[in-house]
């Protein structure tokens, strides 16, 4: 788009008044952003009439250090070093009147380690600002600079398996169901019998906090004694995911410090609780030796939609610096939004040292983890045994699978449904290890997997039909060859 | 019982020509194939014995199997794993592990529950074997 300069510069820069956020120096097209500025980049509609280029310095400026009018205060600071530049506005490919706006904010903006001042910052006032219809961040470039002032994943992957003795395969989980109203007693029950039929995992649900038909001290009690029971009849290390999600941080750490007493490997929390209270457990759990799971509920509010929010890229981003070590990232088959590109961009999110920018993925930047610990993406939300060589072929063996209703569902009961889904993976691995193009023969290896194994043949038989086949509402806008803006 | 730790305890136990197969994955990943075995069988119990050390530089899975020949001949009452290095920077760590052979009887750990404060257990899980000396658990 138009690269022409408008930045009004010296004595009248500063006369008071109103004056286009493009001349106040919030679009730079000739600025190259410096390896330790964050860069963020911006889906800008602008409302009817308003340019496009004026709307991206616009949000340029109140992300940073603009207010509506021309202030003289400007002139006691640095400011040209504090402004956010936004350098490049691109049309979005498909999507007449929206805009790709690329922004650079100089490091100094923010504090060390901190998602609130990050988030305060990129995400605080601007996306009410009238002259938009809607804005959404698409995704951001951390420097290094920046990275290295996070803790990152209390455990990271490669410590969690080394603690849990578990490699070579996707962990596997569920979520227990009835997600609602069982009895402390009941509800340990169903951890139990899953984990004992072969699950590494069982897991709270997001809501399951502390209610009336359920006192959380009830619930890990009763789990604890369900968790080292059903280790002792495997010989395997089995875990829990506590949720110590609670009304203040007080209650989450006493909750967490109960888990702790009582053996549990890991605990886990809701993205509702807030970024601060994310980053205050994930130092928690890096002291106290705990594998620390998030369950990111409410982030469809805000980023299911493409024109308005923030992506879940960004978000997974976020937590991998907050320090959280499992994150729910999508199943692609399953029945929660998830176009497979898409989500395969959040997966290497996770688990990589370096991003390479794949617009076709949605990662529009190089992102550089600077050694920071990997975390554990994890699928959840209607998968079962018959898809096995699908979630192995996209997801990869660096990710919890989680099948709730497809182990409690189980017609022969939870253990035959725990033990279908471990039959199911492990001869899927093997057989991948041995060559097999999985993703053709898949079906075939998974019926011979079932001559040996009655609860697979049951739980093939049963969900055979299963799928859900619906359009995904996020998907990457990109043409093969980026436009170059004119 | 039969102590499912590893990545494939699900499935009946595998043949010498599924486990050379698994070796040559490994090997054509550039990972170290090592061999390692024990009569503990604690979920815990991270350390097991070294059957020489990690075999390095191998192309062909034909060396790691005869290795695993003369371990079992020597050790065949306990239990065998495989594990490969990956010396990757990022992982540095076991890439795959799984158990190549096991005791004929295999008894199972006793969990043992210590009553303590309010409601809380501590909970003790120990192999039945672990009572007697190492190298006389499994009659080997």
């Known amino acids: 788009m138009n690269k022409e300069i408008e930045t009004v510069r010296g004595k009248d820069r500063y006369k008071a008044g109103v004056m286009q956020y493009k001349k106040m120096g919030y679009w730079e097209p000739d600025y190259t952003p410096k390896d330790t500025d964050i860069i963020a980049l911006f889906r800008v509609t602008p409302q009817d009439g308003v340019d496009p280029i004026e709307a991206s310095a616009a949000v340029a400026g109140e992300s940073s250090t603009a207010t509506w009018t021309v202030v003289w205060t400007d002139r006691l600071t640095a400011a040209e070093k504090y402004r956010a530049k936004c350098y490049r506005v691109d049309p979005v490919p498909n999507a007449p009147g929206q805009y790709f706006a690329y922004i650079a904010y100089d490091l100094d903006l923010f504090e060390n380690g901190s998602i609130a001042n990050l988030s305060a910052s990129i995400i605080g006032n601007v996306f009410g600002f009238k002259p938009l219809k809607a804005l959404r961040l698409e995704d951001m470039r951390l420097p290094v600079a920046y990275v290295k002032t996070f803790q990152g994943p209390a455990t990271g992957i490669v410590v969690e398996r080394e603690r849990l003795d578990k490699f070579g395969r996707p962990l596997l989980g569920a979520t227990v169901k009835p997600k609602l109203g069982l009895s402390g007693r009941n509800y340990g029950r169903v951890v139990y019998e899953a984990l004992k039929g072969g699950l590494d995992f069982t897991k709270d649900d997001e809501n399951i906090n502390s209610q009336p038909f359920m006192h959380w001290r009830e619930r890990y009690l009763y789990c604890m004694e369900a968790v080292n029971k059903a280790q002792a009849a495997s010989g395997e290390v089995k875990g829990t995911y506590l949720n110590v999600t609670a009304a203040t941080m007080e209650d989450m750490y006493e909750r967490a410090e109960f888990a702790k007493q009582l053996g549990s490997v890991i605990v886990m929390i809701d993205l509702v609780i807030g970024y601060t209270a994310i980053q205050s457990m994930a130092k928690w759990a890096r002291r106290n030796d705990m594998i620390l799971h998030l369950h990111r509920a409410g982030h469809s509010t805000y980023t299911r939609q493409k024109a308005h929010g923030v992506s879940f890229r960004v978000i997974a981003k976020w937590m991998r610096l907050a320090g959280v070590d499992h994150i729910h990232a999508g199943t692609v088959v399953g029945k929660l939004e998830g176009d497979p590109l898409t989500t395969r961009g959040y997966y290497d999110i996770c688990r990589e040292g370096f991003n390479p920018a794949q617009l076709e993925h949605g990662v529009f930047f190089d992102q550089d983890w600077a050694s920071l610990n990997k975390m554990m993406p994890v699928a959840s939300g209607g998968i079962h045994a018959g898809q096995m060589h699908q979630l192995l072929d996209l997801l990869g063996d660096d990710v919890v699978l989680q099948f709730g209703g497809g182990t409690i569902g189980h017609p022969m009961g939870i253990q035959a449904g725990a033990t279908a889904n471990r039959v199911a993976l492990e001869a899927m691995v093997l057989a991948r290890n041995e060559g097999r193009d999985i993703v053709q023969e898949g079906p075939d290896i998974l019926v011979e997997a079932a001559q040996n194994c009655t609860p697979l043949k049951a739980a093939l038989e049963v969900w055979k039909d299963v799928s859900f086949n619906y359009e995904s509402t996020d998907t990457p806008d990109f043409v093969a060859t980026p436009s170059v803006s004119a | ?140």
Not at chain 2, 92 to 105: A, G, L
Request: charged fraction near 25%; hydrophobic fraction near 35%.
């Open chain 2, 1 to 140: 019982m039969r102590i499912t730790q590893g990545c494939f305890s699900f499935l009946p136990d595998l043949t010498d020509a599924q486990i050379g197969k698994q070796i040559q994955y490994c090997l054509d990943q550039g990972w170290a194939v090592n061999i390692e075995f024990t009569d503990d069988p604690h979920p815990r119990n991270t350390f097991w014995e070294m059957w020489g050390l990690p075999m390095f530089d191998l192309a062909d899975s034909a060396a790691v199997m005869l290795e695993l020949g003369q371990c079992r001949r020597t050790y065949g009452e306990r239990y065998i794993r495989l594990s490969a290095f990956d010396s990757s920077h990022g992982w540095e760590s076991v890439k795959i592990s799984f158990i190549v052979n096991r005791p004929k009887q295999e008894p199972g750990f006793r969990l043992e529950r210590q009553e303590a404060d309010s409601r809380n257990i501590r909970y003790t899980t120990s192999a039945y074997v672990a009572d007697r000396p190492e190298g006389e658990r499994y009659g080997g």
